[in-house]
């Protein structure tokens, strides 16, 4: 609510906190999170899925070994990537935003779950609109995040793998490295 409300409605975040559980109760602080929970793994099976298969893509192309491909090729794959799992990140994220700042109206709430708040979406704007609004936005955030995060985060657990015996460890340093 603080990111989309006109200025001046709220003082502070916990200001924002306290109206929210005043007019529609504790539970309110959660609206909107069952659809990034359930849709958040959805794109992250689509991500590392189409990581790999544009891995493969381009290393079969090139006539490499998949492990030989270079930051740029894994830029590549990344971007690939990006533009793969949009679609499904870009829903999720527009059921989640709009549950988020959708009001209750004389204390009954704009929506039940994630499923009620995607048909009055379609209902009301469209296929087209209820689900992708703001579609190209989301478009040009993942295509060069992914091709950031994904060689950043090979390269890193190449290095890491050289200070830590346990794969385990170096993955994890090397996500949160890419992360940043």
Known sequence: ???????????STSDVLRNMIRQDGFKSLYRGLSAPTLGFGLTFAISFSGYG????????YKGKNINDLNVFELGIAGAYTG????????IVERFKS??????SVNGKKA???SGACALDLIKREGLRNGLFQGFTSVLWREIPQFAIYYP???????????YFSSDMVAQFFAGGTAGV
């Open 83 to 90: 533009l793969i799992q949009s679609p499904a990140r870009q």
């Open 53 to 60: 298969q544009g891995c493969k893509l381009i290393a079969e």
């Open 111 to 113: 929506y039940s779950w």
């Open 152 to 162: 950043s985060y090979e390269l890193s657990k190449k290095y890491y793998s050289e």
């Open 1 to 11: 609510r603080l990111q989309c409300f006109t200025a001046g409605q709220y003082k």
């Open 98 to 103: 709009v549950m988020q700042i959708r009001e």
